[in-house]
């Protein structure tokens, strides 16, 4: 045992250098006081000696992360993870632990990103709340199994698709939403009958300790373990075999995930983020689209992976859309944000430079203030910003707000086609051809008009990026969806072997043409349906409608 901590020889030391050729230890874990009574021990070789020859004939011991991903598929090979009782058990007391654990979570991200008791539940406890409630009624629809359409081939055959779990799940968080981007996954790996492993991002230092010490005290801690760290951890959970990965984070390490998880052939979903436009039209409600746009830049203080990234507009607006903006900064936090309750702060001071070297080489409209010392940037705007400026070659995910003036759709369609894909797109206008055609013309993982950011609360929507943003999605059912596997099932009778008499050779002319009529040109049986069942019904009216007439529907 790599944990002996004294050694009592089985055999002398003559022995086994006879037999092997060297001092090689065949032992027993005894106890470290009990080394003065192995007399064959001290007459062959000194303590220190046998302690180095135990640990080098010992197993090498697991790491910390290894343990925790062999305890979880142990966990899951037992199957108690599957039972639809099992998984709604598991649900409800997450939502128990949300609920019980509020003033906790609410201090952690306090401490962590200055974020009000109020915002963390409005932005991140109150929809997971809500998702949990979603997928425990819908659960049982979700995990039967769901019918296939037949062919004249199938006819009488049994075809359906049955969801079952992957397996065990790696959940890698992010830091600027948590408890969200942590948990809506693990609520899927829940729903799914997955074992699932959360890695809560180190950088909330202060949330990640909640959710290590307390997350374990509502869920099974075999099957759903919280392992905390940095880097180095990280890379050895990545060591690790998964029957899944997700990731919220950035595309550098989004590569580095998706490279480690190839070794062992395991799907990835990556959401990850990008330079997500918004497009404000010159005939809109520019108020109102002003209004909303700000809100969606600030909240988290801009560290929001949705947020809009830049705004494009015709010049001729460009002005009225920077007074527009600065009036509702100042009524959304008042004239000194940096005082303001809910008005967050950068992570961290890495963070903070590098969001602040960003404006360099741009002009400020609005804001612009900073302190390092709290790592607060104030709400700022920049005007007039080039496509080369150095706040549009990386995702700013802070509170900095550039306008790129624009010709118009057609300048700001090929703005972004420039660019890799976003994982949203936004775009202000009551124009619905405006709109129709930018949708046509671009492509992102999600479009929003005339809001921003509230499509990631709607369940019956997918999220995830395409391309550079991310791959794959959750949500809902299609997080139970991703973190299942969706197999397909045939049963056949053992009979009817006339039809199957065209497959089997000699190959002739004439088996190709009846194989060609079922398989080519057979009617469409769900079409058939529909007509049978049309048809039915009218003969039903009609027979109801002539007894009506003759006065003998109601006798």
Same mark, same amino acid.
């Given at each position: 045992?790599?944990?002996?901590?004294?050694?009592?020889?089985? =055999?002398?030391?003559?022995? *086994?250098?006879?037999?092997? #050729?060297?001092?090689?230890? $065949?032992?027993? +874990? /005894?106890?470290?006081?009990?080394?003065?009574?192995?007399?064959?021990?001290?007459?062959?070789?000194?303590?220190?000696?046998?302690?180095?020859?135990?640990?080098a004939c010992s197993p090498p011991r697991m790491s910390r992360e290894q343990l925790?991903?062999?305890?979880?598929?142990?966990?899951?090979?037992?199957?108690?993870?599957?039972?639809?009782?099992?998984?709604?058990?598991?649900?409800?007391?997450?939502?128990?632990?949300?609920?019980?654990?509020?003033?906790?979570?609410?201090?952690?991200?306090?401490?962590?990103?200055?974020?009000? =008791?109020?915002?963390?539940? *409005?932005?991140?406890?109150? #929809?997971?709340?809500?998702? $949990?409630?979603? +997928? /425990?009624?819908?659960?049982?629809?979700?995990?039967?199994?769901?019918?296939?359409?037949?062919?004249?081939?199938?006819?009488?055959?049994?075809?359906?698709?049955?969801?079952?779990?992957?397996?065990?799940?790696?959940?890698?968080?992010?830091?600027?939403?948590?408890?969200?981007?942590?948990?809506?996954?693990?609520?899927?790996?829940?729903?799914?009958?997955?074992?699932?492993?959360?890695?809560?991002?180190?950088?909330?230092?202060?949330?990640?300790?909640?959710?290590?010490?307390?997350?374990?005290?509502?869920?099974?801690?075999?099957?759903?373990?919280?392992?905390?760290?940095?880097?180095?951890?990280?890379?050895?959970?990545?060591?690790?075999?998964?029957?899944?990965?997700?990731?919220?984070?950035?595309?550098?390490?989004?590569?580095?995930?998706?490279?480690?998880?190839?070794?062992?052939?395991?799907?990835?979903?990556?959401?990850?983020?990008?330079?997500?436009?918004?497009?404000?039209?010159?005939?809109?409600?520019?108020?109102?689209?002003?209004?909303?746009?700000?809100?969606?830049?600030?909240?988290?203080?801009?560290?929001?992976?949705?947020?809009?990234?830049?705004?494009?507009?015709?010049?001729?607006?460009?002005?009225?859309?920077?007074?527009?903006?600065?009036?509702?900064?100042?009524?959304?936090?008042?004239?000194?944000?940096?005082?303001?309750?809910?008005?967050?702060?950068?992570?961290?001071?890495?963070?903070?430079?590098?969001?602040?070297?960003?404006?360099?080489?741009?002009?400020?409209?609005?804001?612009?203030?900073?302190?390092?010392?709290?790592?607060?940037?104030?709400?700022?705007?920049?005007?007039?910003?080039?496509?080369?400026?150095?706040?549009?070659?990386?995702?700013?995910?802070?509170?900095?707000?550039?306008?790129?003036?624009?010709?118009?759709?057609?300048?700001?369609?090929?703005?972004?086609?420039?660019?890799?894909?976003s994982l949203v797109i936004y775009v202000f206008s009551t124009d619905k051809k405006?709109?129709?055609?930018?949708?046509?013309?671009?492509?992102?993982?999600?479009?929003?008009?005339?809001?921003?950011?509230?499509h990631y609360s709607v369940s019956s929507l997918p999220f995830g990026g395409v391309?550079?943003?991310?791959?794959?999605?959750?949500?809902?059912?299609?997080?139970?969806?991703?973190?299942?596997?969706?197999?397909?099932?045939?049963?056949?009778?053992?009979?009817?072997?006339?039809?199957?008499?065209?497959?089997?050779?000699?190959?002739?002319?004439?088996?190709?043409?009846?194989?060609?009529?079922?398989?080519?040109?057979?009617?469409?049986?769900?079409?058939?349906?529909?007509?049978?069942?049309?048809?039915?019904?009218?003969?039903?009216?009609?027979?109801?409608?002539?007894?009506?007439?003759?006065?003998?529907?109601?006798?």
């Amino acid at each position: 045992s790599g944990a002996c901590r004294s050694i009592h020889c089985v =055999e002398s030391s003559q022995t *086994l250098s006879r037999r092997y #050729g060297a001092f090689l230890c $065949i032992c027993y +874990v /005894i106890n470290v006081q009990n080394y003065a009574s192995c007399k064959i021990g001290r007459q062959a070789l000194t303590e220190a000696e046998l302690r180095a020859l135990c640990h080098a004939c010992s197993p090498p011991r697991m790491s910390r992360e290894q343990l925790a991903v062999e305890r979880a598929r142990r966990a899951f090979s037992t199957g108690r993870s599957k039972p639809l009782a099992y998984r709604i058990r598991q649900l409800n007391n997450l939502r128990r632990f949300l609920v019980e654990r509020q003033s906790e979570i609410a201090e952690a991200a306090k401490k962590d990103l200055n974020r009000s =008791e109020v915002g963390i539940q *409005l932005f991140e406890t109150l #929809g997971l709340e809500s998702e $949990i409630q979603l +997928v /425990i009624k819908n659960l049982k629809k979700w995990a039967a199994p769901r019918a296939v359409e037949k062919n004249l081939v199938t006819l009488s055959d049994t075809l359906y698709i049955q969801p079952e779990p992957l397996g065990v799940v790696l959940v890698i968080g992010a830091w600027n939403y948590p408890w969200a981007v942590t948990l809506f996954p693990l609520i899927g790996a829940i729903a799914a009958g997955n074992a699932a492993v959360v890695k809560p991002s180190e950088v909330c230092v202060h949330t990640s300790k909640v959710m290590e010490e307390l997350l374990n005290a509502y869920l099974d801690k075999e099957l759903y373990p919280v392992v905390t760290g940095g880097v180095q951890e990280t890379q050895e959970l990545l060591k690790q075999r998964f029957d899944h990965i997700v990731y919220t984070g950035n595309s550098m390490v989004g590569r580095i995930v998706m490279e480690a998880a190839a070794k062992h052939l395991t799907p990835v979903t990556l959401e990850l983020g990008g330079k997500s436009p918004c497009y404000i039209d010159k005939d809109c409600d520019i108020p109102l689209a002003c209004r909303r746009v700000t809100w969606g830049k600030f909240t988290n203080c801009g560290q929001t992976c949705i947020a809009p990234d830049y705004v494009l507009c015709e010049a001729s607006i460009q002005d009225r859309v920077i007074d527009e903006m600065k009036k509702c900064i100042k009524e959304f936090y008042t004239d000194d944000p940096k005082s303001f309750l809910d008005y967050g702060r950068i992570i961290n001071e890495r963070h903070f430079r590098r969001i602040l070297a960003m404006t360099e080489d741009s002009t400020v409209a609005v804001g612009g203030e900073s302190d390092h010392t709290e790592c607060y940037i104030a709400p700022t705007i920049l005007r007039d910003v080039k496509a080369g400026s150095k706040v549009m070659q990386e995702e700013i995910f802070g509170p900095l707000l550039p306008i790129v003036p624009v010709s118009g759709l057609e300048g700001a369609i090929d703005f972004i086609n420039q660019g890799e894909k976003s994982l949203v797109i936004y775009v202000f206008s009551t124009d619905k051809k405006l709109i129709n055609r930018l949708i046509e013309e671009t492509s992102s993982g999600a479009v929003l008009a005339n809001d921003c950011l509230v499509h990631y609360s709607v369940s019956s929507l997918p999220f995830g990026g395409v391309g550079n943003s991310g791959m794959g999605c959750y949500h809902g059912k299609f997080s139970f969806d991703q973190l299942s596997h969706l197999r397909s099932c045939m049963v056949r009778p053992l009979k009817n072997e006339g039809m199957n008499s065209m497959r089997y050779p000699p190959h002739t002319p004439g088996k190709l043409g009846w194989a060609r009529f079922f398989l080519v040109q057979a009617p469409d049986l769900a079409l058939m349906g529909r007509v049978g069942a049309l048809a039915v019904l009218v003969a039903v009216a009609g027979i109801l409608i002539n007894q009506a007439v003759s006065g003998r529907l109601f006798l």
